[in-house]
């Protein structure tokens, strides 16, 4: 076998981009069959109660209008594994924006203008939507989201706060954000000879079909789910999503193919959302700055539909030294929307808080924010007491600072100007667990000299097509153009969703455990292949199911330099530089891709992207991309990543650790703390928006 130069690491362009740039990627809503009718959803416009009727003769008689379901006439589901998918199987009003009615016809002109025909009474119940401190609904919940425990108690955390010569003690605010992928939500649903196709829009189609089998009873082998090309999810498309249900729910009851694709100012009811945090974290620490003592309290809140926990104070539990640690959530359940994942759930939020009161101790103690990171790096995983399989935080950090001319600040705030511009730089560190889950794949050599890699991954915009070739073609031996991939279908070899930045480390891991084999059975392999050729597959359990005895994280250091218009309160990014500890990287043009957009994405976070809830009509005010802001090219004119050689073994084959959610992680405070030294005003609510500023500018 003739080797090949080793691709991985190498910064191969995507396999789909003239495809996409091209427009002949076909997208879920871009499936069109025979005789395809076009669904438009109706939400509810109380935030508690009930529908007493739905008046439907003038929305039949709307020329093209098939149908109209309700609760009263939609198809009977089973038990569906995820609550919000329990759709018009009764009267019941959760939250505003919940999914009443569904009106399919024709068109989607006709379908919208029956929709609008609906006449819909309700009977109103009081409701709650706004999270305090003390809501009288707290409690405390067994886990937050991920499995973690919502309490963990080490040491004697109130008296080691009390003996502690230097104290933190800040409560930080972070409003309910929104996902809104570039590609709303659509699926095209198809029932023939009792088997149903979608087209969906998702992050995982094994998952959404596993999905669809509990709600319609069904097996799943009468379901198949393709996910081609998905445009962005972030954590939306996680798992299945009204859409799809209600597209299946439709086509069955119309006995014709339907598509749906969810409206955009839709989107922020139903689909789920980041949820607001008011976050406590005290901050212990001898004159040293090193830290005798960590608390990290959150409040969040859920819905009534399901119980979701954002886990945000679970990062303290790994990045720092904390003998005496209190760490802990509680929930209110209101009648909101049901909050969900969005990238980096926990991690993204948590991180803002807990770098944010870093960088409060670093100037109470006059200690560089840089140093006094580095001065409280754990020998080992606190919470647990596990080695790390490798941390190379100071190493971002140092790397980072080097790079970004940190130490040629004067620390003092307020003092540099630039016309009517203050400016200021900031620092925060960021952390991204390694997950990884198993799968499957199957690997095939053709008698042509060919290999086809088959696994049920999904691309969302990362990259994952490429990747997994260079992971074949570097266990092959082979140039990557010979490797083809199959990938987003739920007929394919079994796979995992593509998310918690596990999808590359549990696909790759099958793809090279069945290349392996291959490669193996080609070598024992005497004389031609058989005209059908070879095929191995191959299953990560085992492997995934073996509990490490490390603790296995990501790391990196952020960097921003921000300018303060000191007449508008406007704050403008001039800077913006990461390093990060990921592991080996497997393509460098689309790791620099997933970083830069994470970064991107912390930026919004920081400054302008926020959803505000209505507490009299119990909804999110900003329900499309006008309102919600998200950041364009011109606020980010110089944004770099980099990252540093880093070897692990103890991970899987490619000695890769996720890397699509790390790069939001610590971006917002590094901003935050840069917006400080600027101003010498430290906010502790985002986003920062020059309302909130502008009362400290001198």
């Known amino acids: 076998m003739t080797h090949a130069p080793h691709p991985l690491g190498a910064p191969v362009v995507r396999r789909e981009a003239l495809d996409k740039v091209t427009g002949s990627a076909r997208y879920a809503s871009e499936h069109t069959p025979p005789g395809c009718l076009y669904a438009w959803p109706v ?119 009390r003996a502690a010569p230097v104290q933190i003690d800040a409560t930080y605010r972070l409003g309910a954000l929104h996902n809104h992928p570039m590609e709303p939500h659509a699926s095209t649903a198809v029932w ?7 087209h969906d829009s998702s992050q995982g189609s094994t998952s959404v079909r596993d999905s669809l089998a509990s709600a319609f009873g069904l097996e799943p082998s009468r379901i198949t789910v393709v996910s081609e090309h998905v445009g962005g999810g972030f954590g939306s498309k996680g798992t299945a999503r009204p859409q799809v249900v209600l597209a299946a729910m439709a086509a069955r009851h119309t006995g014709r193919p339907v598509k749906l694709s969810l409206p955009r100012g839709q989107l922020a009811g139903v689909v789920g959302h980041r949820a607001p945090t008011l976050q406590r974290v005290r901050l212990g620490a001898d004159l040293d700055g090193i830290l005798t003592a960590l608390s990290h309290e959150a409040v969040t809140h859920t819905s009534t539909v399901k119980e979701f926990v954002e886990q945000a104070a679970v990062p303290a539990r790994t990045m ?20 969900s994942w969005m990238r980096a759930p926990g991690e993204a939020s948590g991180m803002y808080a807990l770098e944010s009161a870093m960088d409060e101790l670093a100037c109470a103690l006059g200690v560089d924010p840089v140093e006094l990171r580095v001065r409280n790096e754990p020998a080992s995983e606190p919470d647990s007491g596990r080695p790390f399989s490798s941390r190379g935080l100071s190493a971002c950090l140092r790397e980072g600072a080097e790079r970004f001319g940190w130490y040629d600040r004067d620390p003092a705030p307020a003092i540099r100007r630039d016309g009517p511009w203050l400016l200021g730089t900031g620092v925060a560190s960021a952390t991204y667990p390694v997950l990884v889950s198993r799968s499957s794949a199957s690997a095939h050599a053709a008698p042509d000299g060919g290999y086809r890699i088959a696994v049920n991954a999904t691309d969302i915009g990362t990259g994952a097509r490429t990747v997994l070739a260079q992971i074949a073609a570097s266990v092959l031996g082979t140039p990557v153009e010979n490797i083809r991939i199959a990938i987003g279908d739920s007929d394919l070899p079994t796979a995992p969703l593509a998310g918690g930045s596990s999808g590359t480390a549990s696909w790759g891991w099958a ?37 490490s005895p490390y603790a296995r994280h990501a790391f990196g250091a952020h960097f921003a330099e921000v300018a303060v218009d000191t007449v508008t309160g406007e704050i403008r990014v001039r800077r913006l530089l990461g390093v990060y500890a990921a592991g080996r990287i497997l393509n460098s043009r689309t790791a620099r891709s997933q970083f830069i957009g994470g970064m991107v994405m912390g930026l919004g976070m920081a400054l302008t992207e926020g959803s505000s809830m209505d507490p009299v009509f119990g909804d999110f005010t900003q329900s499309d991309l006008a309102s919600y802001h998200v950041p364009v090219h011109a606020d980010v004119p110089d944004i770099q990543a980099h990252w540093i050689d880093e070897e692990d073994p103890h991970l899987n084959p490619m000695g890769s650790k996720g890397i699509g959610e790390i790069g939001i992680v610590g971006t917002a405070a590094a901003i935050g703390n840069a917006v400080r030294h600027a101003t010498g005003a430290r906010l502790r609510e985002l986003p920062l928006t020059p309302d909130r500023l502008l009362p400290y500018l001198p």
């Open 43 to 161: 939400p509810a416009a109380i935030a508690s109660g009930r529908v007493t009727a739905v008046r439907t003769a003038d929305a039949l008689a709307v020329p093209g209008v098939h149908a109209v379901l309700t609760h009263e006439n939609a198809p009977r589901l089973k038990e569906p594994d995820d609550p919000i998918l329990a759709l018009l199987q009764d009267d019941r009003v959760p939250h505003r924006g919940w999914y009443i009615a569904l009106v399919v016809a024709d068109s989607l002109e006709s379908a919208r203008e029956g929709a609008e025909a609906l006449l819909i009474e309700y009977a109103s119940a009081p409701h709650d939507v706004t999270l305090t401190e003390d809501h009288p609904g707290l409690y405390t919940p067994e886990q937050a989201n991920g499995g973690h425990p919502a309490v963990r108690e080490r040491g004697d955390f109130d008296g080691a706060f």
């Open 192 to 198: 023939a000879d009792g088997h149903l196709s979608v």
């Open 320 to 339: 720092y030294i904390s003998p005496h640690s209190r760490t802990t959530h509680r929930v209110a359940v209101l009648d909101v929307p049901s909050p």
């Open 511 to 547: 793809v090279h455990k069945a290349a392996t084999a291959l490669a193996a059975r080609l070598g024992e392999h005497t004389g031609p292949l058989p005209a059908d050729g070879l095929t191995v597959t191959a299953d990560t359990e085992e492997e995934t199911a073996a509990e």
